[in-house]
T-cell receptor, first 114, second 116 residues
Framework: DADVTQTPRNRITKTGKRIMLECSQTKGHDRMYWYRQDPGLGLQLIYY???????NKGEISDGYSVSRQAQAKFSLSLESAIPNQTALYFCATSDPGTSRAEQFFGPGTRLTVL | AQKITQTQPGMFVQEKEAVTLDCTYDTSDQSYGLFWYKQPSSGEMIFLIY??????QNATEGRYSLNFQKARKSANLVISASQLGDSAMYFC?????????????FGAGTRLFVKA
């Protein structure tokens, strides 16, 4: 089973709808992240959480909110989706206890806002 | 200002040859980490290699090596003996200090095409 899972994998929605993307991990990592990927722009950090009680805004948090329900779960919400939020969204985790603390990514959620 | 710069939007390499993907970074931190990730057409992000700012030797992982030039703030990825399966997007990333811990910033990526 995958260590970092994302649901749904694909979603098509309409402008103005509220959307929630969910992320679960079995790696036992405290740190979790949400990124979006647009063509030609790499990955941009939306929100990150260093533990259940710690939530931080990333580079592009406007229009998004998050909830860290447990160590293993980190959800991203689009309160009122707009077309320019069409992108590939990644959840990731990391373990600060290792020297490199690389990020482990979920498979991504492809979101289309019409 | 961009913190991670990958100046090569696309690169071509002949199968079995070596290729270098460029990455420069900007930070005022003394302690930081540099990463390369691979994204095949299937979309997943795969960790390839890591270099710590205090590591004196260049990192190597199989056919991947990281050419770390600290004074020039560059962290180029070298792939030796390219294979068709190396065709993918490659992202350079930097972990730097942030409020409460570290966060990672990614470059725009380089798309590598391996020719048979």
């Amino acid at each position: 089973d995958a260590d970092v899972t994302q649901t749904p994998r694909n979603r098509i929605t309409k402008t103005g709808k509220r959307i929630m993307l969910e992320c679960s991990q079995t790696k036992g990592h405290d740190r979790m992240y949400w990124y979006r990927q647009d063509p030609g722009l790499g990955l941009q950090l939306i929100y990150y959480s260093f533990d259940v009680k710690d939530i931080n805004k990333g580079e592009i948090s406007d229009g998004y909110s998050v909830s860290r329900q447990a160590q293993a779960k980190f959800s991203l919400s689009l309160e009122s989706a707009i077309p320019n939020q069409t992108a590939l969204y990644f959840c990731a985790t990391s373990d600060p206890g290792t020297s490199r603390a690389e990020q482990f990514f979920g498979p991504g959620t492809r979101l289309t806002v019409l | 200002a961009q913190k991670i710069t990958q100046t090569q939007p696309g690169m071509f390499v002949q199968e079995k040859e070596a290729v270098t993907l460029d990455c420069t970074y900007d930070t005022s931190d003394q302690s930081y980490g540099l990463f390369w990730y691979k994204q095949p057409s299937s979309g997943e992000m795969i960790f390839l290699i890591y270099q710590g700012s205090y590591d004196e030797q260049n990192a190597t992982e199989g056919r991947y090596s990281l050419n770390f030039q600290k004074a020039r703030k560059s962290a180029n990825l070298v792939i030796s003996a390219s294979q068709l399966g190396d065709s993918a997007m490659y992202f350079c990333a930097m972990r730097e200090q942030s409020t409460g811990g570290f966060k990672t910033i990614f470059g725009a990526g380089t798309r590598l095409f391996v020719k048979a």
